[in-house]
C-alpha cells in the first residue's frame, strides 16, 4: 500500500515537471536582452503581452506614447516555437486601427538560457532567413538575457 502511494506521488511530480517545464519553454524569450551591433548597444524587450521594445543607440522603436511621423504606433512581436529554427518577427502596427505597418522576419536560436542568437531582416520586403549564417554579421545579432 505504501509503495503504491510513492508511485502515485513520483507519477504526480513527473507529469508535474514535464508541464510546468514544456510550458516554461516556450516563454524564454520574454524579458530585455542586449548586445553590440556595429559598436552599438542595442536592447530588445519582449513583454508577455507580445509588446517589444527595440533600442539601438539613441534609437527606441515601440514603447508607450510610440510615434511614426505624428501617427501612434505600437511595436509587437510573433513568436513560433513550432517552427525550425523558431520563427520570432517584430511587426510595426498603426495603433487605433491595428493596421500592419512592417513587419521585420527574424528567426532565433537559444544558445543557452540567457544567451539569444537573432537573424532578422530589416528590408520588410524579404524573405525569412531558413537558417543561421556566422559569417551574416549584417543581419545577425548574439543577445544576452539581462532581466526576465
Not at 42 to 58: K, Y
Not at 73 to 82: F, G, H, K, T, V
Request: hydrophobic share 35%; proline share 1%.
Amino acid at each position: 500500500m505504501r509503495e503504491l502511494k510513492v508511485i502515485k506521488l513520483a507519477l504526480i511530480l513527473i507529469i508535474a515537471t514535464l508541464f510546468f517545464g514544456c510550458s516554461n519553454s516556450n516563454q524564454k524569450h520574454i524579458g530585455e536582452w542586449t548586445g553590440t551591433d556595429k559598436g552599438e548597444k542595442g536592447s530588445l524587450i519582449l513583454n508577455e503581452g507580445n509588446s517589444a521594445v527595440f533600442v539601438i543607440g539613441n534609437q527606441v522603436l515601440g514603447g508607450k506614447n510610440f510615434e511614426i511621423n505624428g501617427v501612434k504606433a505600437s511595436l509587437e512581436y510573433e513568436i513560433d516555437y513550432s517552427k525550425n529554427p523558431i520563427w520570432l518577427d517584430l511587426v510595426l502596427y498603426e495603433k487605433e486601427q491595428k493596421i500592419e505597418k512592417g513587419r521585420m522576419r527574424g528567426i532565433v536560436r537559444f544558445l543557452t538560457d540567457t544567451k539569444m542568437e537573432y537573424r532578422v531582416s530589416f528590408n520588410p520586403f524579404s524573405d525569412r532567413f531558413t537558417k543561421f549564417d556566422s559569417e551574416d554579421k549584417e543581419n545577425t545579432i548574439v543577445l544576452d538575457k539581462m532581466s526576465k
